[in-house]
T-cell receptor, first 109, second 121 residues
Framework: RKEVEQDPGPFNVPEGATVAFNCTYS??????FFWYRQDCRKEPKLLMS???SGNEDGRFTAQLNRASQYISLLIRDSKLSDSATYLC??????????FGPGTRLSVLP | DAGVIQSPRHEVTEMGQEVTLRCKPI?????LFWYRQTMMRGLELLIY????????DSGMPEDRFSAKMPNASFSTLKIQPSEPRDSAVYFC???????????????????FGPGTRLTVL
């Protein structure tokens, strides 16, 4: 089993739709969690960290479920500019970051 | 702040040639990471450094790959000899600190360079 797994995608949604991505991780000792966004032929960039209590940043909401070892990202009122690949990232204290394979989102006009 | 700088941005070479990729991390960041990204395997960590010292090189594919960090502002990833299967985008990233227990806001982000697109013919 891979350390970090994500919905394979691609997700094709119309503008204004709500879309949710899930990510599961295998190491129960993981402490830090993130969502990164990667545009086509660009480098990954941090979208948001994921905190135990869940957190929201505008149209984006991240949730963490430690018991089930999964992380979710919800995008409301999706925009064309949200089209990208979304990478789930998990980190163990003192160790490296593990990136999931990514889920590709296409928001259609 | 110029961000993480990588060079070259594109490299096309022939099988058997030596390839050297360069990275300048963000000033003050103690951690530097080298990643490789392909369609088949996604983003893979090759090696990372803490204060110029290699900490984990378990992701380096084989002896043909080597990485150095002679000082806090420069790192290289070398492939010798290169093979067609090495074709990928190579990213360098830097971070002020690794993940901390509980996660500290603002400390765990990795900042990626624009990448080097390597093609080995």
């Amino acid at each position: 089993r891979k350390e970090v797994e994500q919905d394979p995608g691609p997700f094709n949604v119309p503008e204004g739709a709500t879309v949710a991505f899930n990510c599961t991780y295998s190491n129960s000792a993981s402490q830090s969690f993130f969502w990164y966004r990667q545009d086509c032929r660009k480098e990954p960039k941090l979208l948001m960290s994921v905190y135990s209590s869940g957190n929201e940043d505008g149209r984006f909401t991240a949730q963490l479920n430690r018991a089930s070892q999964y992380i979710s990202l919800l995008i409301r009122d999706s925009k064309l500019s949200d089209s990208a690949t979304y990478l789930c990232v998990v980190n163990h204290p003192g160790q490296n970051f593990v990136f999931g394979p990514g889920t590709r989102l296409s928001v259609l006009p | 702040d110029a961000g993480v700088i990588q060079s070259p941005r594109h490299e096309v070479t022939e099988m058997g040639q030596e390839v050297t990729l360069r990275c300048k991390p963000i000033s003050g960041h103690d951690y530097l990471f080298w990643y490789r990204q392909t369609m088949m395997r996604g983003l893979e960590l090759l090696i990372y450094f803490n204060n110029n010292v290699p900490i984990d090189d378990s992701g380096m594919p084989e002896d043909r790959f080597s990485a150095k960090m002679p000082n806090a502002s420069f790192s290289t990833l070398k492939i010798q000899p290169s093979e067609p299967r090495d074709s990928a985008v190579y990213f360098c990233a830097s971070s002020p600190l690794p993940g901390l227990a509980g996660g500290s806001r603002g400390y765990n982000e990795q900042f990626f360079g624009p990448g080097t697109r390597l093609t080995v013919l």
